[in-house]
């Protein structure tokens, strides 16, 4: 299914984490994506950046379409932040529906999940069953590991450098916004030392 607007898909942590930087980039690309005419393809938890990312999304009243596996749907009163709740029976139903749904790929700080939705859309896009951006934000560094092995898979001639055209990286929420996505009109936004994001 392939909804009518521009959609982002945004792969997050289900929590928050302990740094305030990832918490305010985290609002800052999606408030700036929904502001822009996006809505939004996600995998449909309530809780942790996911959370945070809804309510930009919500307070610009944009759609919100949330994949979730069916044995993580505890109480279906939950997910009425959702426009449309999409229910699958598995992990990889669930990628390849946010895949087929979605314009453009975020991918924010989050756990192995996040990782695992990642690596599905960069590996689509370099076997060439997709053509669609991917934006990595590596705010704080948190993907610089994440780099060292790809480096390392060109390094010992595992993988071609052409891998790293097929996604987009970059430690600076607003170069990953104005760079690879062409998004200038940044919201509400003061920047402050260190990095912080504030919202006023």
Known sequence: MKTKSKTVCIFCGARTGNSDI??????????????????LVYGGGQQGLM????????????????????????NIEDY????????????????SQMINMSDIFICLPGCIGTLD?????????????????????NIEGFYNG??????KMIQ???IS??????????????ELLKVKFSITSIPYLIFINKGYFIYQ
């Open 161 to 174: 450098k052409n891998i790293l055209k097929c996604f987009y990286i970059s430690k600076d929420p607003l």
């Open 22 to 39: 990832i918490v305010e980039s985290t609002k800052l690309l999606s408030k700036t994506f929904a502001i822009d005419g996006y809505d």
């Open 146 to 151: 994440w780099l060292i092995q790809i480096e």
């Open 156 to 158: 010992f001639g595992f």
């Open 117 to 137: 939705e990642l690596l599905e859309v960069v590996v689509m896009n370099k076997m060439k069953y997709t053509n669609k951006p991917i934006g990595i934000l």
């Open 80 to 95: 009425q932040n959702c426009t449309e709740l999409i229910s699958v029976d598995t992990l990889q139903e669930r990628k």
């Open 51 to 74: 959370a945070i990312v809804v309510e930009q999304f919500l307070q610009e009243k944009r759609m919100i379409y949330g994949e979730r596996p069916k044995n993580l749907i505890r």
